[in-house]
């Protein structure tokens, strides 16, 4: 009998290991058919300029909620093509980190959790890197620190999203034209070695001036909604990077935008706030297409990195909005909605309906290319 449960016991192992690969297995397959379905070559130099929206944790949920309770569309509902986008990075048991998926939009590769812009010891090439080499404009806003996970990935590379030091210096170095955002005490002590390479380093948005080389914008934080000398919002930023990138690169440029605190708010499970943020990224998009649509050529993308709190799938009403609606405080594996506008329409022309984040590289890449 005791010979019979231990076949049992062996037979119930075996078959869990044969589960557990096999379904592994079917991961690994999908992923991999996932990064190799589409190349967006028929995009290929459909814009000379691309400004690439990001908002940070803006599920689809979020902006369904946000409609409902703002009593409005989001501007990028406009947008002709529209789809969902898979977020998954390396990781198997949890779902991707800001790191990871803005490394994947940046690059077009898919790493490890934390890391930035960087696998396996290597630097990935970044969209911003292929446009300077192209000898384009670049720019980097952020309503959080400069070094937090999304800018940096655009910007440099790290081991670890933490690692401060290697991510202020890569930036230092990138010869990027143009950085505005938060986080001022990191990047005070760098301020000889910013001005050395002839960015204009403050932390006065008044200061800021389109005559100077390259900018290095730098406040204590980002407000919402109340504009203040040294707390500029979203839109007095994005207004300010347009006029910058217009000025120095009428033939060119590649602009990523984030609002970094739609993430934030949900994280800490606060609806109201996260709905003030979602509310004023919608604001500083509808200036910079209002702004810029009318041209020939620009392309407008708009997504999320990722899905924060698992809210749920609301059909009430306004009255009806509460934080009871998050699941969780973290962020969940969740698609997210993606919505892309280019200069000019043309109907012959098929945008999938589902991507990976991968592919927002491949999408800048072949319109700037």
């Known amino acids: 009998m005791k010979k019979k449960f231990q076949k049992i016991g062996y037979f119930c192992i075996l078959f869990s290991v044969i589960v557990f690969i096999v379904f592994f297995g079917i991961i690994f397959i999908n992923r991999k058919s996932t990064l190799t379905r589409n190349d967006f070559h028929n995009l ?12 940070d944790g803006m599920g689809e949920n979020h902006i369904e909620i946000g409609k409902k309770y703002l009593n409005q569309k989001m501007v990028f509902e406009s947008f002709r093509y529209q789809g969902y986008m898979t977020t998954f990075s390396n990781a198997i048991f949890s779902p991707t980190d ?16 934390g890391e930035i812009s960087k696998h396996q010891n290597k630097n990935l090439l970044t969209i911003s890197e292929y446009a300077k080499n192209l000898k384009k404009g670049v720019g980097i806003v952020t309503t ?34 143009m950085f505005l955002g938060a ?13 050395n390479n002839r ?47 217009e000025s120095k690169y009428p033939t060119g440029y590649f602009l990523m935008i984030e ?15 996260m709905i003030e943020y979602l509310d004023e990224f919608n604001s500083a998009i509808q200036y910079a297409y209002e702004r810029l649509s009318k041209n020939s050529d620009t392309a407008f993308i708009v997504t999320a990195d990722h899905e ?3 809210l749920l799938n609301f059909t009430g009403t306004k009255e009806e909005v509460s ?22 329409d043309d109907d012959s022309l098929i945008i999938p309906f589902n991507i990976d984040n991968t592919d927002i590289y491949k999408i800048c890449y072949q319109l700037i290319s």
Request: hydrophobic share 35%.
């Open 44 to 55: 290929q130099q459909k814009a000379d300029k691309v400004i690439l929206f990001i908002g």
């Open 144 to 177: 959080d620190s400069l070094t937090g996970a999304t800018p940096a990935c655009f910007s440099s590379h790290a081991k670890s999203r933490h690692d401060k030091e290697d991510i202020i210096k890569g930036q230092i170095n990138s010869n990027i034209d």
């Open 308 to 310: 924060t709190g698992n």
């Open 259 to 273: 609002s970094a605190h739609i993430d934030k708010m949900s994280h800490q499970n606060e609806i109201f706030k």
């Open 98 to 113: 800001s790191a990871a998926s803005a490394t994947a939009m940046a690059t077009g590769q898919k790493v490890d959790n």
């Open 323 to 344: 934080n009871k609606l998050y699941r969780r405080k973290n962020h969940s594996r969740k698609k997210v909605k993606f919505f892309l506008q280019l200069p000019l």
């Open 183 to 195: 986080g001022y005490d990191d990047y005070l002590s760098y301020q000889k070695q910013l001005e």
């Open 199 to 245: 960015y204009l380093f403050t932390n006065h948005f008044n200061r800021l001036t389109i005559k100077e080389e390259k900018i290095f914008g730098c406040f204590k934080e980002v407000a919402n909604y109340n504009h203040q000398n040294e707390t500029p919002t979203l839109v007095n930023l994005v207004a300010f990077a347009i006029d910058f990138m």
